[in-house]
């Protein structure tokens, strides 16, 4: 019977009569000379890394063209390491689910090393400095970059960092800029890669790294030449990527299907943060990366594996066009929608003619008009295979539940993005969208915590929904004359949409989207009926 350890990977007959796919490197002379010459440390074990980017390196170890591994750090949800990550000699199982209900397994193992932020700054520091070291990766989501609060004001770690200095931080920002502080003192070219699903997302990570150590330098901690290096391109790089593939939490059918096929310890697991985690991991087969080609102390050749570099003109179209166009505010829509209406997944809400109808109006009628060419991607091509292949594919168990998380750091990207352009365009008036403010809205309506039968609704998490939720005190779902203007100041505030709404003219259509969706029983789908 398979086990995911180093010792039952040994049995390789019994892996290849459970149909699992498995290296065919020697792992354990990997370990060692990544262990003595580390070439790429990642922060983020979470599901993409495990079914996407540690599945990359491990075929550039497959076909030769690598030696040595990834080491792996969670900078905050630290139970994933010590729950999943060691007790499977840092091995994962990564499930491709296809839409004619076939599963591609294989048996990952390119992590060398795991560790846990918090009790490894040493381990970490010692990484840091190894003249090997070729890049730092970042996967941590939309919200670990975030310094302040909607307000604009410093978050209460992140101003009590500044104060203090790099000696004992913890918001993930304050670390990677005491890392890089011990890689200066070392001397030693640096590429930090964010692999996040944002806007801009290396240009995010330079920003909020700058702000911390020119505080420091301001309060002391660090001196101007430290800074000079930061800024210094040859010196320490910040490329820009697009990364694309849709990763659920793991799925409790292929945990079955796993258990079936007599592999052992394959249980799900909820940590105390509320992270859902398993040995192994699910996604759909589609992917796409594509990288600025910016790395002053070179980089693994990631481009023989699918990936892509190229400049950073170019990765900032991909990523409008997917990020603010072809696929996340697609995802956003159902999200928010399928919540309200009941829906417990995306392909589900596919089948439905009228929400299909609302992503298919966001993504080719109003996106379309304002989207670039990339010219490695047809937009046109991307997003029919989102419509009619990605999304709609029911053995992708991902929930809108899911996706609804951090929707406030979302929204300004995803949907601010296009309506930045349509003031641009001559030819455009925003005035005259309708999906989108009609998911604007809907987000609202969903911050109300009572879906469309006015049953209490479980919210996502979002570091802004107490704010958020204080802001629309006095509205209730089902009481249109409770409304009194409370969206008003949200709908003007820049920081949450990315531009004044009112001065774009979506406000009032906004408000009175919103007031239609809380008449009652089955509101939010009248409204949707009675606009699309």
């Known amino acids: 019977m398979p086990q995911l350890s180093d010792k039952g990977l040994a049995d390789k007959t019994a892996w290849e009569a459970s149909g699992v796919k498995l290296p065919i490197y020697d792992r ?67 499930a491709g689910l296809r839409a004619d209900g ?11 090393e795991s560790i846990r932020a918090d009790l490894g700054r040493s381990r ?9 070291l070729q890049i730092i990766s970042v996967c941590i989501t939309e919200k670990g970059y975030a310094l302040k609060d909607m307000k604009g004001e410093p978050l209460g ?17 304050s670390l990677l800029a005491a890392l890089l502080f011990e890689r200066f003192k070392n001397g030693a070219p640096i590429a930090l890669l964010s692999l996040d699903n944002c806007s801009h997302n290396g240009e995010k990570l330079k920003s909020s790294v700058m702000e911390i150590t020119r505080a420091w330098n301001k309060n002391g901690f660090v001196g101007g030449d430290f800074i000079a290096w930061l800024e210094d391109e040859k010196q320490v790089s910040f490329p820009w990527s697009m990364i694309d593939k849709i990763t659920p939490r793991p799925s409790e059918v292929v ?34 990366l594509v990288i600025e080609d910016n ?53 589900s ?25 990339p010219g490695i991607f047809a937009p046109r091509d991307f997003i029919k295979e989102v419509l009619e292949e990605r999304l709609p594919n029911p053995f992708i168990p991902d929930m809108p539940q899911r996706i609804a998380t951090d929707t406030s750091l979302k929204i300004p990207i995803r949907y601010g993005e296009t309506l930045k352009s349509y003031t641009k365009r001559q030819d455009l008036n925003a005035g005259d969208l309708v999906g989108i403010p009609l998911v604007i809205a809907a987000w609202f309506r969903y911050l109300l915590a009572t879906d469309d039968e006015l049953n209490p609704m479980e919210l996502s998490g979002d570091p802004m929904l107490d704010e958020l939720r204080k802001g629309l005190a006095g509205i209730e779902a089902g009481k249109p004359d409770s409304y009194k203007g409370q969206l008003k100041p949200f709908l003007k505030n820049s920081a949450l949409f990315a531009l004044d709404l009112s001065e774009v003219g979506l406000d009032e259509k906004i408000e009175g989207y919103f007031v239609s969706m809380l008449a009652g029983k089955h509101a939010v789908l009248n409204t949707l009926k009675s606009h699309l």
């Open 157 to 173: 770690v992140v101003k009590e960092e500044m104060e203090h200095g790099p000696a004992g931080v913890r918001h993930t920002m």
């Open 349 to 373: 809400e596919m089948k439905d003619p009228l929400l299909k109808s609302l992503v298919e109006r966001i993504g080719y009628a109003e996106g379309m008009p304002v989207v670039v060419n």
């Open 102 to 112: 076939s599963i591609d397994l294989e048996l990952v193992a390119s992590v060398a």
């Open 124 to 132: 970490l520091n010692e990484i840091v400095t190894s003249k090997s």
């Open 255 to 288: 945990r079955d299907e796993l258990i079936k096929r007599g592999i052992k310890g394959m249980e799900l697991l909820t940590t105390a943060k509320g992270t859902y985690t398993a040995p192994f991991v699910n996604a759909e087969i589609p992917e796409y």
């Open 295 to 347: 790395f002053p102390a070179g980089r693994p050749a990631l481009d023989l594996v699918g990936a892509y570099f190229t400049d950073r003109d170019t990765v900032n179209k991909v990523e409008r066009m997917k990020v603010t166009t072809c696929l996340n505010p697609l995802h956003t829509a159902l999200a928010v929608c399928g919540c309200l209406l009941g829906y417990k997944s995306i392909a």
């Open 28 to 94: 354990a002379e990997m370990i060692k000379k990544t262990l003595q010459n580390p070439v790429w440390l990642h922060f983020g074990t979470g599901n993409i890394f495990r079914s996407f980017i540690a599945p990359l390196q491990q075929r550039l170890l497959n076909n030769g063209h690598a030696e040595v591994g990834i080491i792996a750090a969670e900078p905050f949800d630290y139970e994933i390491v010590d729950t999943v990550y060691k007790p499977n000699d840092n091995l994962a199982i990564s």
